[in-house]
């Protein structure tokens, strides 16, 4: 498949977040992607769900929700009723994976599994059938704007590799510090989504960096 283009609402305008969502309405970009942090998880709180409820009625795109945050499945009612596309949770705060990812299924929504950088792939042998996305983080989560960590490219290698050999259906997602090269180099990888924040809402023209970005 062609790849698709996340971008991320961290980096947006939160003083003026409508229009940002409209800019994101119009543009090409394929889906939202939407950070939650708790502060305990990563060392920042983004937003909760009394804003993105708003966010979630403005905004006509996929929403791919990235939780950053302990104790994942207590909120997949909530994340269900934002009308959430797609629910990450973090294979470091899940003990039982594969009942959380069984519980975001069962909810009606897709489920991705994501991998902080010292995480390896590996660990994914058991549960890469079982899920609809795995999201790559290319930088330590909690900040947008960081530093790509260069080691990602060969993750995806990795993880092309054990999705042929499982047979599993699982796309391949990656956030943190994705920019027109970063993002090129992990679309040969064989990355198939890709998550942009800065890249895209510190732009001068946010809508032609999304257009840029998909035709890479
Ligand atoms: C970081 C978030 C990212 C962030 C990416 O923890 O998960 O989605 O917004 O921002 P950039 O693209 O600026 O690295
Ligand atoms: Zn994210």
Same mark, same amino acid.
């Given at each position: 498949m062609n790849h698709l283009i996340a971008p991320s609402l961290l980096s947006a305008d939160f003083s003026h977040l409508a229009q940002d969502i409209e800019m994101i309405n119009r543009s090409e970009a394929d889906w939202l992607h939407l950070d939650i942090m708790d502060g305990v998880f990563v060392p920042n709180i983004s937003f909760g769900f009394p804003?993105?409820?708003?966010v979630a009625q403005l905004c006509t795109k996929p929403l791919d929700v990235h939780l950053m945050i302990v104790? =994942?499945?207590?909120?997949?009612p909530e994340v269900k009723a934002l009308g959430a596309?797609?629910?990450n949770?973090?294979?470091?705060t899940c003990t039982h994976l594969h009942k959380v990812v069984g519980g975001i299924h069962d909810a009606g929504m897709k489920a991705g599994v994501t991998l902080n950088p010292a995480t390896p792939v590996c660990l994914l042998a058991d549960i890469v059938r079982d899920v609809d996305m795995v999201l790559l983080m290319a930088v330590? =989560?909690?900040?947008?704007?960081?530093?790509?960590?260069?080691? $990602?490219i060969d993750k995806v290698h990795e993880l092309r590799e054990l999705i042929a050999k499982t047979g599993s259906k699982a796309v391949i997602e990656v956030?943190?510090?994705?920019?027109?090269? $970063?993002g090129r180099?992990?679309?040969?990888?064989?990355?198939?989504?890709?998550?942009a924040g800065n890249a895209v809402f510190k732009a001068a023209d946010r809508e032609a960096m999304i257009r840029k970005l998909k035709e890479l």
């Amino acid at each position: 498949m062609n790849h698709l283009i996340a971008p991320s609402l961290l980096s947006a305008d939160f003083s003026h977040l409508a229009q940002d969502i409209e800019m994101i309405n119009r543009s090409e970009a394929d889906w939202l992607h939407l950070d939650i942090m708790d502060g305990v998880f990563v060392p920042n709180i983004s937003f909760g769900f009394p804003v993105l409820q708003h966010v979630a009625q403005l905004c006509t795109k996929p929403l791919d929700v990235h939780l950053m945050i302990v104790q =994942p499945e207590k909120f997949i009612p909530e994340v269900k009723a934002l009308g959430a596309m797609m629910m990450n949770v973090h294979y470091e705060t899940c003990t039982h994976l594969h009942k959380v990812v069984g519980g975001i299924h069962d909810a009606g929504m897709k489920a991705g599994v994501t991998l902080n950088p010292a995480t390896p792939v590996c660990l994914l042998a058991d549960i890469v059938r079982d899920v609809d996305m795995v999201l790559l983080m290319a930088v330590n =989560p909690g900040f947008g704007g960081q530093k790509f960590i260069e080691h $990602t490219i060969d993750k995806v290698h990795e993880l092309r590799e054990l999705i042929a050999k499982t047979g599993s259906k699982a796309v391949i997602e990656v956030d943190g510090g994705v920019n027109l090269d $970063t993002g090129r180099r992990l679309v040969e990888a064989g990355a198939d989504v890709l998550v942009a924040g800065n890249a895209v809402f510190k732009a001068a023209d946010r809508e032609a960096m999304i257009r840029k970005l998909k035709e890479l």
